[in-house]
Nanobody, 126 residues
């Protein structure tokens, strides 16, 4: 079983930066693919970014490409999402998710991920 705990959310002005973190625990968690999803009020949960177990492969949603960076520290079992040039439309609850292997055809699918954290709120004010 994998447990995920997000932190680092908050309120930031448009154009600003914020880093959210996810602490992963459980057996062999360092080999799991990890991802960030987000869900805004009244909207479906959507893919933001994913990273393979080794950290060698990353994926981004088009809406965040060039503004967000995903990274992981396998020694600390952490995954980070560095967000810059934030926009009001980035406001959402950000969730960390884990899957044993990130499959290239399914990395953006909510149903692909078996383990989820409780989420952290990110609010971008205009």
């Amino acid at each position: 079983q994998v447990q995920l705990v997000e932190s680092g959310g908050g309120v930031v002005q448009a154009g600003g930066s914020l880093r959210v973190s996810c602490a992963a625990s459980g057996r062999d968690v360092s080999i799991y693919g990890l991802a960030w999803f987000r869900q805004a009020p009244g909207k479906e949960r959507e893919f933001v970014s994913a990273i393979s177990g080794s950290g060698g492969t990353t994926y981004y949603a088009d809406s965040v490409k060039g503004r967000f960076t995903i990274a992981r520290d396998n020694a600390e079992n952490m995954v980070y999402l560095q967000m810059s040039s934030l926009k009001p439309e980035d406001t959402a609850i950000y969730y960390c998710a884990a899957v044993l292997v990130v499959r290239s055809a399914y990395y953006s699918s909510v149903s692909e991920y078996r383990h989820w954290g409780q989420g952290t709120q990110v609010t971008v004010s205009s």
